[in-house]
């Protein structure tokens, strides 16, 4: 993606994008985040997944989480999509469209 500024332009990798949407994810309460301490099999059973795509110069975020079982799914993912947005538009510029979350299960 890239942002024209008054002084030049600034690309940024949708990788970089991708890796700001999980860690907002990952801030937010009953969010499963992989331990620093697990092999590769469970960190990406267990990690957020993230996939930002650009339509019409504005981002579309498509991640996917694993949420704890003692949680408000409802509220947390609307805590989900506030924070990547926010954290997003904070650090790069850029304008966020949607944050679609999927759940595909809760984590005991």
């Known amino acids: 993606m890239a942002n ?3 002084n030049g332009q600034v690309k940024i990798a949708n990788e ?3 890796q700001l949407a999980i860690r907002a994810s990952e801030e937010v309460y009953g969010v499963c985040a992989p331990k620093s301490n697990d092999n ?3 960190l990406s059973q267990h990690g ?3 996939t ?3 339509v019409d ?3 579309l975020v498509d991640l996917t ?3 704890d079982k ?3 799914v409802k509220k947390t993912v609307k805590a989900i999509q506030e924070n990547v947005v926010r954290v997003i538009e904070t650090m790069t510029g850029l304008n966020v469209t949607r944050v679609n979350v999927s759940v595909p299960k809760l984590v005991i």
Do not use: A, E, T, Y
Request: proline share 4%; no cysteine; charged share 20%.
């Open 52 to 54: 930002v795509s650009q």
């Open 4 to 6: 024209n500024f008054r």
């Open 57 to 59: 110069g504005k981002l």
């Open 65 to 67: 989480v694993n949420l």
């Open 48 to 50: 957020p997944k993230s």
């Open 16 to 18: 970089i994008l991708d």
């Open 40 to 42: 590769k099999l469970n």
């Open 70 to 72: 003692n949680v408000n």
